[in-house]
């Protein structure tokens, strides 16, 4: 059964899209794996999901993008070294203390943090916009009300003046006839 989608992405839709991307980018997996995965758990097509990644969230998660393919790198040299220390890692005594985080974890976590807190700041500027896209909403509205109201005002108007002119040129013509007769019996 073929998936036929056309409604509006919303931002809950625009969040999972762009988690489920940059998971598998610092995964090492492909965009088009992700694409797929969200397109399942949406009811829509792939090509949808990546169509709306490159056309519109993308844009909004470059610098998670860039931390996640750095965390991918990150994990290759990690994975590296494990596999070259597995001898070693065997080698340690049950009872040694596990040893503290490296300085890399440390530097991977606190770029986590201010990606988080970014996200965080863009979310709350995004509820900021969505209510003043409310108010500006309301305010349009309102306009729209009192243009109608202007324009049957307008109307109004228009139709007083055109009689109001009518009558000025009636008035004008007698003064004329006044005017004219008043010169025929003076002479």
């Excluded at 500006?136 to 005002?153: A, F, H, P, V, W």
């Amino acid at each position: 059964m073929p998936i036929t989608r056309q409604d509006a992405w919303s931002q809950d839709e625009d969040l999972l899209l762009a988690e489920t991307v940059l998971r598998h980018i610092r995964e090492g997996g492909t965009q088009l794996k992700a694409f797929d995965e969200v397109g399942k758990k949406l009811s829509r097509t792939g090509a949808a999901c990546g169509f709306r990644w490159n056309s519109f969230v993308r844009k909004q998660y470059e610098s998670g993008i860039e931390l996640a393919k750095q965390q991918r790198k990150e994990l290759k040299k990690q994975s590296k070294k494990a596999a070259a220390e597995i001898d070693d890692v065997a080698a340690i005594p049950q009872t040694e203390e596990a040893s503290q985080p490296e300085e890399a974890d440390k530097l991977s976590f606190n770029v986590i943090i201010s990606y988080l807190e970014d996200l965080y700041e863009k979310a709350e500027r995004a509820q900021h916009q969505e209510l003043n896209i409310e108010t500006y909403t309301e305010k349009i509205k309102n306009l729209e009300g009192r243009i109608y109201y202007l324009s049957d005002e307008n109307k109004k108007l228009v139709s007083e003046l055109k009689a109001i002119e009518s009558d000025h040129r009636a008035l004008l013509e007698i003064m004329e006839r006044a005017r004219k007769m008043v010169t025929i019996k003076e002479t």
